[in-house]
């Protein structure tokens, strides 16, 4: 396992967000206005066509990962240093189809790695709803399920930034991320729970801090990728 912390990784953020915060404050709000106005108004303008709706939803998602591959794409590229034009963003959309495909494989192996877990939590849970200590062990069940939950989904974290990076295949971008999170699910976890805090943070001031909370997060996640795949 490489070693890293979520401390280096938000240090480093933090140092590539000031020295360059014009940029990064430009990249965000265009992509934000890239991703809310168009699903605004389309949504405004078909609210009362319901045939339309799924229609509507999808072209939306093919839409959000266009987005999201040419903004991981710049934040690769700023690791590396290199900072790209904002148009960037829309430029790959060749990417969408492998994301669009991956995202419903690596949904259904989620699922699927869930449905046991999830047979034994009610099927045991039944069986003990008729014990004393029946609710207390049902919570330890619950917690136990939540742990698992968690696993899988650090474990298959990094599946969209292989994608994007490398595009190498459905296969191969599933193995690539579970092999390169063995033994570093619980820095993982620690970093999730610092980058929520830090997010947070950015919304109480007033909403205007997640202009600088969001690209830190984003770089900083970014970051790891990078350590965790060399």
Request: no cysteine; charged share 10%; net charge positive.
């Amino acid at each position: 396992m490489k070693k890293f912390s979520a401390r280096e990784a938000f240090s480093y953020s933090w140092e590539t967000f000031k020295k360059n915060w014009k940029y990064f404050l430009g990249l965000e709000i265009v992509f934000l206005l890239v991703s809310f106005v168009p699903s605004a108004v389309l949504q405004k303008v078909f609210a009362n066509n319901v045939a339309l709706n799924i229609p509507i939803q999808i072209l939306l998602y093919l839409y959000s990962l266009v987005l999201a591959a040419g903004l991981t794409k710049i934040l690769l590229s700023v690791i590396d240093g290199k900072f790209l034009p904002t148009r960037e963003i829309f430029t790959h959309y060749r990417l969408v189809w492998p994301l669009f495909i991956t995202s419903i494989v690596v949904g259904f192996l989620i699922l699927l790695l869930m449905l046991p877990a999830v047979i034994i939590f009610f099927g045991v849970s039944t069986i003990l709803s008729q014990n004393a200590f029946g609710p207390f062990l049902t919570v330890i069940l619950g917690v136990a399920f939540a742990v698992w939950v968690i696993y899988v989904s650090l474990r298959l974290f990094f599946w969209q930034y292989v994608v994007i990076d490398k595009n190498p295949g459905v296969q191969a971008a599933i193995r690539t991320a579970w092999n390169m999170t063995k033994g570093a699910v619980w820095p993982l976890f620690l970093f999730g729970l610092l980058a929520i805090l830090v997010t947070l943070l950015g919304a109480l001031l007033l909403g205007v801090g997640l202009l600088v909370t969001i690209p830190v997060v984003q770089v900083a996640t970014v970051y790891l990728y990078k350590k965790l795949s060399q």
